[in-house]
């Protein structure tokens, strides 16, 4: 098997919008003539502000959306030619909020157990060992197994939500600012867990995400998206250190930095 996991060739993305009331509608262009190439063993960072188009890739390569014009392939395969069951298999999704991804009125172990179902796995009698193993893998007790969200705190749900999109074993993971939503105690544990299990599993990460010092501790490549285009792409330390796009230079800028004699230069 090659070791390029996702290969992004001109992919575009349009949608159709309200111009309001008798006006018609008009084309927004939400991905613009996007390529991109991700090997395995890397974590890609797409990153920009709201709005630049970055979820919207994500989706496609998920093949939660269609792409209007452009190629996607995973691990050598158009993704138009893999049948659902088996993308997901493949690729699975780590989403911002684990307050709203889990189902409340679930157990733990059967919201981590569901891919089995769904997927289709024929040994059921296996699954709560499975299960549990994944518990641990991700650093939540055995005696969550059949708890409910809402008696655990943001860090465990979105262990939770990791252990869940881990459970087959897929080849790539795809977080969308999967630390957005915890406090700032808990973020550096589940970013440390996240790089921890990529070299554990040999997994191949895209970091969907605007914070940039998320970006620095956990990418090993950078991809900026201006208004739907990719504007500058780059290795994490020269991406930091050598900036080449003045938009790049912008978004490094707005880092707050907490010593105040750097505070003349937001002013």
Known sequence: MSDLM?????????????????????????VDRVSLNV??????????????????LAKIMLGLLEPDDGTIKLCGMPINEISRLDLAKLVQPIFQDPYSSLNPRKTIGSIIQLPLLV???????????????T?????????????????????????????????????IVICDEPTSALDVSVQ??????????RSELDLTYIL??????????????????????????????????????DYTKTLLDSILVPDPRSASKFH
Request: glycine share 8%; with cysteine.
């Open 119 to 133: 997927q289709g796995d024929k040994n059921p009698e296996n699954w709560r060992k499975r299960v549990l193993t």
């Open 39 to 56: 090997n395995r063993g890397e974590t890609l960072a797409v990153v920009g502000e709201s709005g630049c188009g970055k979820t919207t």
């Open 188 to 197: 550096s544990q589940i970013l440390n867990l996240l790089n921890e299990l």
């Open 208 to 245: 969907i995400s605007h914070n940039l010092a998320v970006v620095e501790h956990m990418a090993t490549k950078v991809a900026v998206m201006y208004f739907g285009e990719k504007v500058e792409e780059s290795e994490t330390d020269q991406l930091f250190s050598r900036p080449q796009h």
């Open 6 to 30: 996702v290969e992004a060739r001109g992919v575009t993305k349009d949608f159709r919008i309200s111009r309001g009331l008798f006006r018609g509608k008009e084309v927004l262009r939400a």
């Open 135 to 171: 518990m641990d893998l991700v650093g939540l007790p055995s005696r969550m197994f059949d708890q409910f969200p809402n008696q655990l705190s943001g860090g465990q749900r979105q262990r939770v939500a990791i252990a869940r999109a881990l459970i087959n074993r897929p080849k």
